[in-house]
């Protein structure tokens, strides 16, 4: 199978910077999109921001400016990198990735969450 490790949450300032990291691994022959999600206490999960094979991206309104998203496909790792950060920022974070394993099969797989906390 597919697994998404996630990793840099942390408890930070507001106005400060983070850095989350993603990496995926097991029987993988090819990612498509990859993407940073995030779902705040008694809040619906939202789609942050998505980047394609081709390094194309895009991003809520409310992060842009602020965030990046990257990747390295050759590692098959996505990276957040997130800065001027506020109090509404704060939420579990969650990467997935479309995946296509060696028997062609596809699917979204997902990462286990890491915590990013802002303080006022």
């Known amino acids: 199978q597919v697994q998404l490790v996630e990793s840099g949450g942390d408890l930070v300032q507001a106005g400060g910077s983070l850095r989350l990291s993603c990496v995926a691994s097991?029987?993988?022959?090819?990612?498509?999109?990859m993407y940073w999600y995030r779902q705040a206490p008694g809040k619906q999960r939202e789609l942050v921001t998505t980047?394609?094979?081709?390094?194309?991206?895009n991003y809520i309104d409310s992060v842009k400016g602020r965030f990046t998203i990257s990747r390295d496909n050759a590692k098959n790792t996505v990276a957040l990198q997130m800065n001027s950060l506020k109090p509404e920022d704060t939420a579990v974070y969650y990467c997935?990735?479309?995946?296509?394993?060696?028997?062609?099969?596809?699917?979204?797989?997902w990462g286990q969450g890491t915590q990013v906390t802002v303080t006022a």
């Open positions: 980047i394609t094979s081709g390094g194309s991206s």
């Open positions: 997935a990735a479309d995946v296509t394993m060696p028997n062609f099969s596809q699917n979204k797989y």
């Open positions: 097991g029987r993988i022959k090819s990612i498509d999109a």
